[in-house]
Protein backbone atom coordinates (compact mmCIF):
# COMPACT_ATOMS: atom_id res chain seq x y z
CA UNK A 1 0.00 0.00 0.00
CA UNK A 2 2.65 2.29 1.20
CA UNK A 3 4.64 1.54 -2.27
CA UNK A 4 1.14 2.35 -4.20
CA UNK A 5 0.35 5.94 -2.35
CA UNK A 6 4.45 6.72 -3.16
CA UNK A 7 4.25 5.35 -7.29
CA UNK A 8 0.85 7.45 -7.45
CA UNK A 9 1.94 10.78 -5.83
CA UNK A 10 5.94 11.12 -5.89
CA UNK A 11 5.91 14.33 -5.04
CA UNK A 12 3.23 14.80 -2.47
CA UNK A 13 4.23 15.74 1.09
CA UNK A 14 0.51 14.12 2.01
CA UNK A 15 1.27 11.18 0.58
CA UNK A 16 4.69 10.52 2.17
CA UNK A 17 2.71 11.48 5.58
CA UNK A 18 0.37 8.64 4.19
CA UNK A 19 2.57 6.16 3.52
CA UNK A 20 5.47 6.36 5.73
CA UNK A 21 3.64 7.54 8.91
CA UNK A 22 -0.07 6.09 8.88
CA UNK A 23 0.50 2.95 6.63
CA UNK A 24 4.18 2.65 8.11
CA UNK A 25 2.81 3.07 12.13
CA UNK A 26 -0.39 0.50 11.04
CA UNK A 27 2.36 -1.58 9.99
CA UNK A 28 4.04 -1.47 13.34
CA UNK A 29 0.46 -2.19 15.40
CA UNK A 30 -0.04 -5.27 12.95
CA UNK A 31 3.50 -6.46 12.98
CA UNK A 32 2.87 -8.11 16.21
CA UNK A 33 -0.72 -9.60 15.40
CA UNK A 34 1.15 -13.07 14.42
CA UNK A 35 2.93 -13.80 17.74
CA UNK A 36 0.13 -12.79 19.46
CA UNK A 37 -2.55 -15.30 17.60
CA UNK A 38 -0.15 -17.74 17.73
CA UNK A 39 0.92 -17.32 21.63
CA UNK A 40 -2.80 -17.29 22.31
CA UNK A 41 -3.36 -20.08 20.17
CA UNK A 42 -0.52 -22.03 22.31
CA UNK A 43 -1.46 -21.10 25.46
CA UNK A 44 -5.16 -21.79 24.92
CA UNK A 45 -4.23 -25.67 23.67
CA UNK A 46 -2.04 -25.77 26.77
CA UNK A 47 -4.84 -24.86 28.93
CA UNK A 48 -7.83 -26.77 27.64
CA UNK A 49 -5.29 -29.89 27.27
CA UNK A 50 -5.19 -29.68 31.05
CA UNK A 51 -1.19 -29.25 30.53
CA UNK A 52 -0.65 -25.63 31.69
CA UNK A 53 -2.04 -25.84 35.39
CA UNK A 54 0.86 -28.53 35.80
CA UNK A 55 3.55 -26.46 34.28
CA UNK A 56 2.59 -23.55 36.69
CA UNK A 57 2.49 -25.77 39.64
CA UNK A 58 5.44 -26.99 38.86
CA UNK A 59 7.32 -24.06 38.38
CA UNK A 60 5.42 -22.25 41.36
CA UNK A 61 8.08 -23.31 43.76
CA UNK A 62 11.54 -21.49 42.03
CA UNK A 63 9.38 -18.64 40.96
CA UNK A 64 8.26 -18.39 45.30
CA UNK A 65 11.79 -17.38 46.06
CA UNK A 66 11.10 -14.25 43.33
CA UNK A 67 7.84 -13.33 44.81
CA UNK A 68 5.86 -14.50 42.72
CA UNK A 69 3.72 -17.80 42.13
CA UNK A 70 3.45 -20.26 39.44
CA UNK A 71 0.83 -18.23 37.12
CA UNK A 72 3.76 -15.94 35.82
CA UNK A 73 5.90 -18.74 34.90
CA UNK A 74 4.12 -18.28 30.87
CA UNK A 75 4.09 -14.39 30.64
CA UNK A 76 7.86 -14.24 31.74
CA UNK A 77 8.60 -17.02 28.69
CA UNK A 78 6.91 -15.48 26.34
CA UNK A 79 8.70 -12.29 27.76
CA UNK A 80 11.76 -13.78 25.33
CA UNK A 81 10.44 -13.46 22.52
CA UNK A 82 8.42 -9.92 22.69
CA UNK A 83 6.88 -8.29 26.12
CA UNK A 84 3.65 -7.11 24.07
CA UNK A 85 1.74 -10.52 23.72
CA UNK A 86 3.60 -11.42 27.24
CA UNK A 87 1.75 -8.56 28.95
CA UNK A 88 -1.13 -9.51 27.31
CA UNK A 89 -0.71 -13.13 28.84
CA UNK A 90 -0.75 -11.83 32.47
CA UNK A 91 -4.44 -11.39 32.55
CA UNK A 92 -4.08 -15.10 33.42
CA UNK A 93 -2.77 -14.30 36.45
CA UNK A 94 -5.09 -13.76 39.47
CA UNK A 95 -3.44 -12.00 42.20
CA UNK A 96 -3.63 -8.63 41.66
CA UNK A 97 -0.19 -7.95 43.26
CA UNK A 98 1.83 -10.99 41.48
CA UNK A 99 0.47 -9.62 38.08
CA UNK A 100 1.41 -6.23 38.58
CA UNK A 101 4.97 -7.53 39.36
CA UNK A 102 4.78 -9.71 36.87
CA UNK A 103 4.07 -6.88 34.16
CA UNK A 104 6.84 -4.96 35.54
CA UNK A 105 9.98 -7.52 35.28
CA UNK A 106 8.31 -8.74 31.60
CA UNK A 107 10.62 -6.07 29.97
CA UNK A 108 13.19 -6.73 31.13
CA UNK A 109 13.94 -9.79 29.72
CA UNK A 110 15.70 -10.17 26.62
CA UNK A 111 13.15 -9.78 23.80
CA UNK A 112 13.98 -10.36 20.09
CA UNK A 113 13.91 -6.85 19.27
CA UNK A 114 17.31 -6.26 21.62
CA UNK A 115 18.94 -9.37 19.48
CA UNK A 116 20.43 -7.10 16.23
CA UNK A 117 21.52 -4.41 18.63
CA UNK A 118 23.11 -7.02 20.71
CA UNK A 119 24.38 -8.56 17.56
CA UNK A 120 26.52 -5.31 16.50
CA UNK A 121 27.98 -4.51 20.25
CA UNK A 122 29.23 -8.19 20.73
CA UNK A 123 30.80 -7.72 17.10
CA UNK A 124 32.40 -4.50 18.18
CA UNK A 125 33.66 -6.12 20.97
CA UNK A 126 34.56 -9.64 20.02
CA UNK A 127 35.08 -9.55 16.12
CA UNK A 128 35.94 -12.49 14.25
CA UNK A 129 35.14 -15.05 17.88
CA UNK A 130 31.33 -16.48 16.68
CA UNK A 131 31.79 -18.92 19.48
CA UNK A 132 32.44 -16.07 21.68
CA UNK A 133 29.68 -13.85 20.80
CA UNK A 134 27.72 -17.31 21.08
CA UNK A 135 28.44 -17.67 24.78
CA UNK A 136 28.07 -14.21 25.63
CA UNK A 137 24.65 -14.11 23.95
CA UNK A 138 23.31 -16.93 25.90
CA UNK A 139 24.67 -15.32 29.11
CA UNK A 140 22.87 -11.78 27.99
CA UNK A 141 19.82 -13.89 28.58
CA UNK A 142 20.65 -15.24 31.79
CA UNK A 143 21.62 -11.96 33.10
CA UNK A 144 18.09 -10.80 32.04
CA UNK A 145 16.44 -13.48 34.14
CA UNK A 146 18.88 -12.95 37.05
CA UNK A 147 18.27 -8.77 36.69
CA UNK A 148 14.74 -9.62 36.63
CA UNK A 149 14.71 -11.99 39.81
CA UNK A 150 16.47 -9.20 41.35
CA UNK A 151 13.55 -6.68 40.70
CA UNK A 152 10.82 -9.06 41.35
CA UNK A 153 12.18 -9.83 44.82
CA UNK A 154 13.11 -5.63 45.71
CA UNK A 155 9.25 -4.94 44.84
CA UNK A 156 8.16 -7.86 47.02
CA UNK A 157 9.53 -6.04 49.87
CA UNK A 158 7.30 -2.51 48.85
CA UNK A 159 4.50 -4.85 47.44
CA UNK A 160 3.14 -6.51 50.39
CA UNK A 161 0.23 -9.30 49.76
CA UNK A 162 -2.92 -8.28 51.93
CA UNK A 163 -2.83 -11.59 53.63
CA UNK A 164 -0.82 -15.18 53.17
CA UNK A 165 -1.39 -16.39 49.67
CA UNK A 166 -0.38 -19.43 48.37
CA UNK A 167 -0.73 -20.72 45.28
CA UNK A 168 -3.52 -23.54 44.48
CA UNK A 169 -4.75 -24.53 41.22
CA UNK A 170 -7.28 -27.32 40.42
CA UNK A 171 -5.38 -29.95 38.21
CA UNK A 172 -8.29 -31.13 35.41
CA UNK A 173 -7.61 -34.36 33.65
CA UNK A 174 -5.68 -34.61 30.23
CA UNK A 175 -8.49 -34.16 27.80
CA UNK A 176 -8.64 -32.91 24.00
CA UNK A 177 -8.70 -29.55 23.23
CA UNK A 178 -11.53 -28.23 21.30
CA UNK A 179 -10.38 -26.46 18.28
CA UNK A 180 -12.67 -24.23 17.31
CA UNK A 181 -13.29 -22.65 21.31
CA UNK A 182 -9.67 -21.72 21.13
CA UNK A 183 -9.82 -20.42 17.80
CA UNK A 184 -12.33 -18.42 18.65
CA UNK A 185 -10.96 -17.03 21.59
CA UNK A 186 -7.26 -16.70 20.16
CA UNK A 187 -9.21 -14.22 17.67
CA UNK A 188 -10.88 -12.20 20.14
CA UNK A 189 -7.69 -11.57 22.02
CA UNK A 190 -5.85 -10.71 18.94
CA UNK A 191 -8.62 -8.46 18.17
CA UNK A 192 -8.67 -6.69 21.10
CA UNK A 193 -4.76 -5.86 21.15
CA UNK A 194 -5.27 -4.03 18.00
CA UNK A 195 -8.34 -2.20 19.10
CA UNK A 196 -7.15 -1.18 22.43
CA UNK A 197 -3.27 -0.75 22.16
CA UNK A 198 -3.22 0.01 18.32
CA UNK A 199 -4.36 3.61 18.29
CA UNK A 200 -1.62 4.76 21.18
CA UNK A 201 1.17 2.84 19.03
CA UNK A 202 -0.19 4.06 16.17
CA UNK A 203 0.13 8.26 17.95
CA UNK A 204 3.91 7.85 19.06
CA UNK A 205 4.92 6.06 16.06
CA UNK A 206 3.61 8.89 13.75
CA UNK A 207 5.23 11.36 16.53
CA UNK A 208 8.27 10.43 15.99
CA UNK A 209 8.27 10.10 12.62
CA UNK A 210 7.46 13.52 11.96
CA UNK A 211 9.64 14.49 14.40
CA UNK A 212 12.51 13.19 11.49
CA UNK A 213 11.01 14.48 8.64
CA UNK A 214 10.75 18.47 9.86
CA UNK A 215 12.07 21.23 9.54
CA UNK A 216 11.39 20.74 6.04
CA UNK A 217 14.40 22.55 3.79
CA UNK A 218 12.90 23.65 0.23
CA UNK A 219 10.18 20.68 0.82
CA UNK A 220 12.36 18.28 1.87
CA UNK A 221 13.03 15.96 4.50
CA UNK A 222 15.84 16.90 6.20
CA UNK A 223 19.12 14.85 7.15
CA UNK A 224 18.19 12.71 10.40
CA UNK A 225 20.81 14.95 12.45
CA UNK A 226 19.26 18.08 11.22
CA UNK A 227 15.62 17.47 12.34
CA UNK A 228 14.07 17.68 15.46
CA UNK A 229 14.98 14.76 16.74
CA UNK A 230 18.98 15.85 15.60
CA UNK A 231 18.32 18.46 17.42
CA UNK A 232 17.10 16.74 20.42
CA UNK A 233 20.13 14.49 20.31
CA UNK A 234 22.70 17.49 20.34
CA UNK A 235 20.77 19.59 23.18
CA UNK A 236 20.70 16.35 25.18
CA UNK A 237 24.62 15.53 24.45
CA UNK A 238 25.54 16.12 28.22
CA UNK A 239 23.28 13.65 29.34
CA UNK A 240 24.83 11.02 27.07
CA UNK A 241 28.57 12.11 27.03
CA UNK A 242 28.84 10.67 31.39
CA UNK A 243 27.93 7.01 29.15
CA UNK A 244 30.69 7.74 26.78
CA UNK A 245 28.86 8.49 23.30
CA UNK A 246 28.12 11.38 21.92
CA UNK A 247 24.35 12.90 20.31
CA UNK A 248 24.64 10.48 17.21
CA UNK A 249 24.31 7.74 19.45
CA UNK A 250 21.73 9.51 21.31
CA UNK A 251 20.01 9.65 18.30
CA UNK A 252 19.76 6.32 17.84
CA UNK A 253 18.80 6.07 21.38
CA UNK A 254 15.86 8.15 20.68
CA UNK A 255 15.03 6.50 18.01
CA UNK A 256 14.86 3.10 19.57
CA UNK A 257 12.20 4.32 21.60
CA UNK A 258 9.97 3.57 18.86
CA UNK A 259 11.58 0.23 18.25
CA UNK A 260 14.49 -1.05 19.43
CA UNK A 261 16.26 -2.77 16.50
CA UNK A 262 15.72 0.83 14.97
CA UNK A 263 18.97 1.79 16.64
CA UNK A 264 21.06 -0.16 14.13
CA UNK A 265 19.70 1.33 11.02
CA UNK A 266 19.46 4.80 12.69
CA UNK A 267 23.23 4.32 13.99
CA UNK A 268 23.87 3.58 9.93
CA UNK A 269 22.52 7.35 8.77
CA UNK A 270 23.55 9.82 11.81
CA UNK A 271 26.96 7.67 10.61
CA UNK A 272 27.01 8.48 6.91
CA UNK A 273 27.21 4.37 6.10
CA UNK A 274 26.45 4.26 2.56
CA UNK A 275 27.16 0.45 1.54
CA UNK A 276 24.42 -1.79 0.62
CA UNK A 277 22.37 -3.52 3.92
CA UNK A 278 24.57 -7.33 3.38
CA UNK A 279 27.68 -4.80 3.69
CA UNK A 280 26.16 -1.94 6.43
CA UNK A 281 27.13 -3.64 9.68
CA UNK A 282 30.56 -4.66 8.07
CA UNK A 283 30.92 -0.31 7.05
CA UNK A 284 29.46 0.42 10.39
CA UNK A 285 31.63 -1.49 12.46
CA UNK A 286 34.58 -0.09 10.83
CA UNK A 287 33.69 3.65 11.12
CA UNK A 288 32.80 2.50 15.27
CA UNK A 289 36.60 1.80 15.57
CA UNK A 290 37.48 5.01 14.18
CA UNK A 291 34.22 7.48 15.67
CA UNK A 292 36.38 10.55 18.06
CA UNK A 293 35.08 12.94 20.26
CA UNK A 294 36.11 16.44 19.34
CA UNK A 295 38.91 16.14 21.61
CA UNK A 296 40.26 13.32 19.76
CA UNK A 297 39.07 10.59 22.13
CA UNK A 298 37.71 7.38 20.73
CA UNK A 299 33.75 7.23 21.21
CA UNK A 300 33.24 3.42 21.65
CA UNK A 301 35.30 1.95 24.19
CA UNK A 302 34.53 -1.09 25.92
CA UNK A 303 33.31 0.98 28.65
CA UNK A 304 30.92 2.50 26.53
CA UNK A 305 29.86 -0.37 24.22
CA UNK A 306 29.57 -2.58 27.75
CA UNK A 307 27.33 0.40 29.48
CA UNK A 308 25.34 0.15 26.14
CA UNK A 309 24.40 -3.49 26.44
CA UNK A 310 23.83 -2.55 30.33
CA UNK A 311 21.32 -0.18 28.75
CA UNK A 312 19.74 -2.18 26.27
CA UNK A 313 19.29 -4.62 28.69
CA UNK A 314 16.93 -2.96 31.45
CA UNK A 315 15.48 0.02 29.53
CA UNK A 316 12.20 0.15 28.69
CA UNK A 317 12.51 1.56 24.87
CA UNK A 318 9.44 0.13 23.27
CA UNK A 319 6.76 2.73 23.04
CA UNK A 320 4.28 -0.40 21.98
CA UNK A 321 4.89 -2.11 25.24
CA UNK A 322 4.17 1.23 27.39
CA UNK A 323 0.82 1.39 25.12
CA UNK A 324 0.00 -1.90 25.77
CA UNK A 325 1.13 -1.56 29.37
CA UNK A 326 -1.37 1.36 29.84
CA UNK A 327 -4.02 -0.72 28.39
CA UNK A 328 -3.44 -4.00 30.20
CA UNK A 329 -3.20 -2.45 33.78
CA UNK A 330 -5.52 0.28 33.47
CA UNK A 331 -2.94 2.61 34.96
CA UNK A 332 -1.25 5.82 33.21
CA UNK A 333 0.44 6.23 36.08
CA UNK A 334 2.26 2.91 36.88
CA UNK A 335 3.13 2.49 33.05
CA UNK A 336 5.10 6.17 32.90
CA UNK A 337 6.33 4.90 36.69
CA UNK A 338 8.02 1.70 34.98
CA UNK A 339 9.34 3.49 31.81
CA UNK A 340 10.85 6.43 33.99
CA UNK A 341 12.39 4.15 36.79
CA UNK A 342 13.94 1.41 34.52
CA UNK A 343 15.13 3.78 31.96
CA UNK A 344 17.11 5.92 34.64
CA UNK A 345 18.49 2.84 36.34
CA UNK A 346 19.61 1.49 32.79
CA UNK A 347 20.58 4.59 32.41
CA UNK A 348 22.96 4.76 35.87
CA UNK A 349 24.06 1.45 35.82
CA UNK A 350 25.41 2.50 32.01
CA UNK A 351 27.50 5.56 33.16
CA UNK A 352 28.87 3.59 36.27
CA UNK A 353 30.24 1.08 33.88
CA UNK A 354 31.62 2.99 31.63
CA UNK A 355 33.21 5.37 34.28
CA UNK A 356 34.37 2.41 36.03
CA UNK A 357 36.39 1.40 32.83
CA UNK A 358 37.90 4.86 32.11
CA UNK A 359 39.13 5.14 36.18
CA UNK A 360 40.50 1.79 35.92
CA UNK A 361 41.55 0.73 32.30
CA UNK A 362 42.40 4.55 31.12
Not at 58 to 64: A, E, F, G, K, N
Request: hydrophobic share 55%; with cysteine.
Amino acid sequence: ISAQIEAAYPESFLATFLSQGIVASFAAVLVFVPQILFLFLGLGFLESSGYLPRAAALIDHPLQKMGLGGRSFVPILSGFACAVPALMATRNISSKRDRFITSFIIPMMSCSARLPVYGLLLLFLFPDNAILIGFVFAGLYFLSLLFGAVASMILTKFVKPSKDQFFMMELPLYRRPRIRIIIKQALSKTKSYVTRAGPIIIFFAVLLWLGAQFPRVNSQAPELADSYIGQLGRVMEPVFKPMGVDWRVGVGLISAFAAREVFVSTMAVVFKVTAEEDQQEHDLLQIMNEAKFADGTPIFTVGSVLGLIFFFMIALQCMTTVATQIRESGSQKFAWTQLIVLNLVAYGGAVLINQIYRLVVL
